[in-house]
């Protein structure tokens, strides 16, 4: 895809719209939601890299509640013919349809490669990737089996709903919360994902969510790794200008 002169190409990551109160999360959404509106100006596309919401499960005729002002700017953009790209993370895996068919945003299950001008860009999530983190491989396996599937969506939504959020919350395999310090390149696990990646075929840019640091590592001279951080604590986003990508920060007062 070539990027017109004077467009950018956008990413943001983790949100966990919900938590840890409504109350608490509505003061972020209106944040991103005041980025959303910024950005819509020079955007070529928007790439939402997972985890916008701290729970999300698409039962047949019902979604979670709440995120009004999110989901209808997103449908506002989309509308205006501004294409938008959503990558699953770990606490929105059980898309289902709604975002395709609600709002026109193509959803991902897996990561995938997008060319824009001359850069070679591998984007997803980034959770289960990569050598380690076998705790939540195995829980992810079990959210995604579709007998348990079938069974969650038998309870009814006020009750699957509040035990998913608050398991979310609890639950540091699902959270994330016990490991987001960085300890090197070597202990980063996506890094070292990224690195066996290039002995298959080059990229520009691999870039990723999940891991809540904001990153731009060098892997060597003509690769980069950047995680988008989080809009919790940094509120980063990655930026494309059609020759090179940047992390910036977002209203940092």
Known sequence: MQIPKGKK????SDNHLGAPTQKQ???????????????????????????LFDFWFEYKTVVPKGF??????????????????YFVGNHDLWMNGYFQQELNIEVF????????????????????????????????KLFTNPVAKWFFKWLHPDLGV???????VKNKLISGDEDVTFLGEDKEWLVQYAKRKLEQKHRDYFVF????LPLE????????????????????????????MKLKTFENS
Do not use: C
């Open 9 to 12: 190409v956008y990413f943001a």
């Open 25 to 51: 999360s509505l003061v972020r959404e209106k944040k991103f939601v005041r980025w959303l509106d910024t950005v819509s100006k020079d955007a070529a596309v928007i790439f939402l890299l997972g985890d």
């Open 68 to 85: 009004t002002r999110t989901l209808g700017k997103l449908a506002e953009l989309s509308d205006a013919g501004i294409p938008i790209y």
């Open 109 to 140: 299950h897996q990561p995938k490669e997008f060319q824009f001008n001359d850069k070679t860009f591998f984007i997803g999530h980034g959770d289960g990737l990569g050598p380690g983190d076998k705790g939540y491989k195995r829980m992810k």
């Open 162 to 168: 509040r035990l998913a959020q608050y398991l979310s």
């Open 209 to 212: 969510g999940h891991r809540h």
């Open 217 to 244: 590592i060098a892997l060597g001279d003509q690769s980069h790794y950047i995680n988008l951080g989080d809009w919790i604590q940094y509120y980063t986003y990655g930026v494309f200008d059609g020759e090179s």
